[in-house]
């Protein structure tokens, strides 16, 4: 299954674990394709990068060939506002563009949205949980 995951989600796997992590190995392992647009990926490097220096763990420049290696890079074809935070439309039109059917976020200002054009917004623990159904 091909899904669109939050920054959000992608820091807290890094650098804190949980249900985020088990999320990132899901897809490290191939169980998983997490897919985004360069936008996207330019966002996780910046905050990766800044929460490397924060917290002085090397772990996210560790992890970040791992995750280049296991991303699908799609052309962003869409530009439409849909969230109240329009910094978050980019990974509504990612999931559009590459036909995606999952957004997984701890945003709640992509969550509040629920669904849009048949894409679902949900958080991890929920994704994780309907993934062992």
Do not use: H
Not at 29 to 39: A, H
């Amino acid at each position: 299954m091909r899904i669109v995951v939050d920054t959000n989600i992608i820091i807290s796997g890094i650098f804190f674990g949980e249900k985020p992590r088990d999320l990132l190995q899901k897809c490290f392992s191939g169980t998983l394709q997490m897919v985004c647009s360069e936008d996207i990926f330019i966002e996780y490097k910046e905050i990766i990068e800044r929460l490397t220096i924060k917290t002085g763990r090397n772990i996210g420049r560790e992890i970040e060939p791992l995750l280049i290696a296991n991303l699908e890079f799609i052309e962003n074809r869409y530009s439409d506002s849909y969230s109240r935070d329009p910094d978050d439309d980019k990974f509504i039109n990612c999931a559009r563009s590459g036909g995606i059917e999952y957004i997984i976020s701890g945003d709640e200002d992509l969550l509040v949205l629920k669904e849009v054009e048949r894409i679902k917004i949900v958080g991890v623990a929920e994704f994780l949980e309907n993934m062992r159904k």
